[in-house]
């Protein structure tokens, strides 16, 4: 059967649409004054000082840690449970990757393993430069005392809130950087607000920012105050370190910043069909995902996992029957050392037990603001007939 209800989908409305067609029509099509303008709504939603706009959530972690100097020799730790993404910058800028199994209850990164492999990481001396965190679903991670922890061993703190846009940790919007170096976010269309590809990294310290528009953009400055002797005439720039082209367009700037007119509604609504599902799912045999106290999730996920104590259904045969029904149930995620090309770096079965045992267990159920009464009924009654039928 074919999929009729995604895991996730884009709302594209008229406003959207004559925004993007505004920019067809002006002299700008690359990175120009809506790209700014894009930048600015966000460092101020999310009330940090600085943020750059890249092509990518994946080109916005690689420039991230190139500002923050990861490089041969260095170690970027994060979680087993994410995208490659958040895994793969640290390679591209010639780091080890390791990480730090997540907790089984929050699924996020677990901060006592995080103490006690720091610990001992710096018994051994090889700390890590840079740890990306990850929002799992939209859910904050515990970004206190992560950040207790950075200070403690002098790490640099990364959050991958590509998941996470729009929602608040102790009150203040994620994105803020109280508790980290810089924050990413990705706008991909299943994402809560999309540019159909496009990332931005948020920052608080003005010697980052400034590092990060010049690595988007070829390591390039027009500056003179960045130059190494005085301008030789009106067309010179100079090349000051090895740069690349991650620059965003003003057609998906334009689409970027008419969505994030509807952030809160968008959030809104995914907090409201959230609440649905656990209502409607409390008495099947899963583990519905946990709200963290400290924090409103973006909720880009639903992820159920199936409870061993009270049922023997496989994961695969529910995955399979709600496929069946048309529903695009997906899995959020393989974990990232299972991958053969991390296993080939020496990763292995064992390595991140609670990581895998989510991984055995989870489905990421659709999400997303244009999911209607009858495809939510749809999709509870699917999971009931797949559990108990
Ligand atoms: C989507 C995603 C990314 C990558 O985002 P792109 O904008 O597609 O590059 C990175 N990390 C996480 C956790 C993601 O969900």
Redesign the pocket.
């Known amino acids: 059967m074919t999929i009729t209800i995604p895991y996730g989908r884009q709302d594209i409305t008229q406003a959207d649409i004559d925004a993007v067609v505004d920019v067809l029509k002006s002299d700008f099509l690359t990175q120009g004054p809506a790209v700014e303008n894009f930048e600015r709504a966000v460092a101020e939603y999310s009330k940090a000082t600085h943020a750059v706009a890249m092509n990518?959530?994946?080109?916005a972690?690689h420039i991230a840690c190139l500002a923050l100097g990861l490089g041969q020799g260095d170690w970027l730790w994060t979680t087993p449970i994410?995208?490659v993404?958040?895994a793969n910058c640290g390679l591209y800028c010639g780091a080890r990757v390791d990480f730090v199994d997540i907790d089984p209850v929050t699924t996020n990164i677990s901060v006592e393993a995080l103490e006690a492999k720091l610990k001992s990481a710096s018994a051994n001396g090889v700390l890590p430069k840079v740890i990306v965190v990850?929002h799992l679903s939209g859910t904050p991670c515990s970004m206190k005392e992560i950040h207790r922890l950075a200070g403690q061993y002098g790490v640099r703190i990364i959050e991958?809130a590509?998941?996470a846009i729009g929602g608040r940790y102790l009150g203040e919007p994620i994105g803020n950087c109280e508790f980290s170096d810089i924050t990413v976010f990705?706008?991909?269309p299943v994402?809560i607000i999309t540019s159909a590809?496009?990332?931005m990294a948020l920052t608080n310290d003005a010697g980052l920012a400034k590092s990060m528009m010049q690595l988007r953009s070829h390591g390039i400055s027009r500056d003179p105050a960045d130059m190494t002797h005085t301008p030789d005439g009106p067309w010179y720039y100079q090349q000051l370190s090895l740069g690349y082209n991650y620059r965003l367009t003003d057609v998906q700037a334009a689409l970027g910043l008419s969505q994030l007119d509807r952030i809160d509604q968008y959030v809104a609504a995914r907090h409201r069909i959230a609440a649905e599902y656990d209502r409607l799912l409390r008495d099947l045999p899963l583990i519905l995902p946990k709200s963290n106290e400290d924090g409103y999730s973006g909720l880009h996920l639903y992820v159920v996992r199936l409870d061993p104590t009270r049922t023997n259904r496989s994961r695969l045969d529910v995955f399979n029957a709600l496929r069946d029904g048309g529903i695009g149930v997906n899995l959020h995620y393989i974990p990232v050392h299972l991958q053969p090309y991390y296993r080939s770096m020496g990763f292995s079965e064992g390595d991140f037990p609670h990581a895998e045992d989510y991984y055995d267990r989870a489905i990421t159920i659709p999400l997303y603001p244009g999911l209607t009464a009858e495809n939510i009924d749809h999709v509870v009654s699917s999971m009931r007939q797949a559990l108990t039928g």
């Open positions: 990518s959530a994946t080109s972690l994410t995208f993404a958040s990850v991958d590509s998941h990705s706008f991909h994402k590809e496009g990332g």
